[in-house]
């Protein structure tokens, strides 16, 4: 898998991290199975790092993926035709059966959220000592062109213990790995690659 990156620098000292700290594949796995772990980028003061971090904040997109996820199931079981289709095509049956998960996966999510939001953990080392690294971006532009960023921008995120600020830097090249899947338990804690 290739992504575009950019660094992230502290305008103090030598401090480096990376946007694509939060690629890969992260799912909460339980006794039902396994659902999707959303994550963003966060300052977490266990690892002295930015890091990948739990994210519950967006449970209205959550709740708006249910209800589109639904009007299509509807749409593709509601007449007599659409059944008949379903009965004969197990391509049909299959995707019914896989909107089915993916609605139940967004519900975990937000039940999940519901009961943790503020307690987020680090998908590092699993602490709870954690601020979402949303900064405000101060002069300079960081765009994507041609599949790359280019640019630089201050923000005005300070380094914790440092006292400088971070700085996003694009990365001149483009990395490639491969997409490791990371599980963890329903209270963030990590269980196996």
Not at 120 to 137: D, F, G, H, I, T
Request: hydrophobic share 30%; with cysteine.
């Amino acid at each position: 898998m290739s992504v575009p990156s950019y660094s992230i620098l502290c305008t103090q000292c030598d401090y480096r991290s990376s946007s694509n700290a939060t690629n890969g594949q992260y799912y909460y796995k339980d006794d039902e199975g396994q659902f999707n772990l959303e994550r963003q980028l966060g300052w977490c003061n266990g690892c002295q790092s930015i890091t990948a971090i739990e994210d519950f904040s967006d449970t209205s997109k959550a709740a708006g993926e249910i209800r589109s996820n639904l009007y299509s199931i509807r749409r593709d079981t509601g007449t007599v035709f659409a059944n008949i289709l379903n009965v004969l095509f197990k391509s049909r049956r299959e995707w019914i059966d896989s909107t089915i998960e993916t609605i139940n996966s967004y519900a975990k999510y937000i039940e999940l959220a519901k009961a943790r939001a503020g307690q987020e953990r680090c998908l590092k080392c699993s602490s709870y000592v954690v601020v979402p690294y949303k900064p405000a971006k101060e002069g300079g532009d960081l765009d994507v062109r041609g599949f790359m960023y280019h640019g630089e921008r201050n923000t005005d995120f300070e380094h914790p213990g440092c006292g400088g600020t971070f700085y996003e830097k694009a990365d001149n090249v483009r990395l490639h790995g491969m997409v490791e899947s990371k599980f963890y338990k329903a209270d963030g804690s990590f269980i196996e690659s």
